[in-house]
């Protein structure tokens, strides 16, 4: 079993949708976690830090279950611009500076 | 400021040749990671410095991956031998140093491109 999975994707939904991703990870004693987006041939960019409380960024909602292990990521009124992968990502076992990252989720947003 | 850099951005090798990978971090930042990304996958951890020293070296594959950074800032990852099973995007990231119970940034480069033939 992967460590974090993520839904396969790819999402392809319309400008102005509202899209949801989930995601699940294995080790209980992970502590931070996080949302990366990636685009296409670049390098991987911090979305968002995913909190216990949930948090809001713009269109952007992240929520975290520590007791089922699921983050998830809610995106509201796509964009164009927003079409991207979506990687879930928590810290690794020993500390606070190994990620692991999900296969990531594809998301294209069509006019 | 300048971001992490990597050179050289595409590297195009034999099987069984030596290669040697190159990032330059963030100005200041002590700690720098190496990650792996194949196609369709996230990025897998490989490596990671404090300073000068591999703090976790627990992703490296095997003993043909070996990565320096002897003045803590430049590192380089170094592949012996290389196999086709090689080929990928190598990710170099840097944050500052990370406070226990906290979590910095890594800040990503735009990663060298791998292609064993």
């Known amino acids: 079993r992967k460590e974090v999975e993520q839904d396969p994707g790819p999402f392809n939904v319309p400008e102005g949708a509202t899209v949801a991703f989930n995601c699940t990870y294995s080790n209980s004693a992970s502590q931070s976690f996080f949302w990366y987006r990636q685009d296409c041939r670049k390098e991987p960019k911090l979305l968002m830090s995913v909190y216990s409380s949930g948090n809001e960024d713009g269109r952007f909602t992240a929520q975290l279950n520590r007791a089922s292990q699921y983050i998830s990521l809610l995106i509201r009124d796509s964009k164009l611009s927003d079409s991207a992968t979506y990687l879930c990502v928590v810290n690794g076992a020993g500390g606070y500076n190994k990620l692991i990252f999900g296969a990531g989720t594809r998301l294209a947003v069509h006019p | 400021g300048a971001g992490v850099s990597q050179t050289p951005s595409n590297k195009v090798t034999e099987k069984g040749k030596y290669v040697e990978l190159r990032c330059d971090p963030i100005?200041?930042?002590?700690?720098l990671y190496w990650y792996r990304q194949s196609l369709g996958q996230g990025p897998e951890f490989l490596i990671y410095f404090q300073g000068t020293g591999a703090a976790d070296d627990s992703g490296l594959p095997n003993d043909r991956f070996f990565a320096v950074r002897p003045e803590g800032s430049v590192s380089t990852l170094k592949i012996q031998r290389t196999e086709r099973g090689d080929s990928a995007v190598y990710l170099c990231a840097s944050s500052s140093t990370p406070g226990t119970g906290s979590y910095n940034e890594q800040f990503f480069g735009p990663g060298t491109r791998l292609t064993v033939l």
């Open positions: 100005s200041g930042h002590t700690a």
